[in-house]
Nanobody
Framework: VQLQASGGGLVQAGGSLRLSCAAS????????FGWFRQSPGKEREFVAA????????YYADSVKGRFTGSRDNAKNTVDLQMNSLKPEDTAVYYC???????????????????WGQGTLVTVSS
């Protein structure tokens, strides 16, 4: 299984970026996908999840209303549209795939089976 995250970069506060995660080696429709982030000195934190059935989405309070997750079952990709970026959004962003993710664990990193390598997002003030 491979998860390849891309789309990170340097952006000014208030700007936008779109992250993409390309998945291979798994039955894409059977997996829920999560986006997590980690900044220096901090623990990895949940950002967003896209459910396997119907593509329902869930967000951390810190990004709700600014970030939008989506999936394309035909292309085996998961995207994270990030708008109104803030300096505190600066982190390495990881995509993750989990087959047995349940609603109560959607924000837990341990619920996910596979992880991508991460893509760096830097938001300047």
């Amino acid at each position: 299984v491979q998860l390849q995250a891309s789309g990170g970069g340097l952006v000014q506060a208030g700007g936008s970026l779109r992250l993409s995660c390309a998945a291979s080696g798994l039955t894409f429709r059977s997996y829920s996908f999560g986006w997590f982030r980690q900044s220096p000195g901090k623990e990895r934190e949940f950002v967003a999840a896209i459910w396997r059935n119907g593509g329902n989405t869930y967000y951390a309070d810190s990004v709700k209303g600014r970030f939008t997750g989506s999936r394309d079952n035909a292309k085996n990709t998961v995207d994270l549209q990030m708008n109104s970026l803030k300096p505190e959004d600066t982190a390495v962003y990881y995509c993750a795939a989990g087959r047995g993710v349940i609603l109560s664990s959607v924000g837990s990193a341990r619920a996910y089976d596979y992880w991508g390598q991460g893509t760096l997002v830097t938001v300047s003030s």
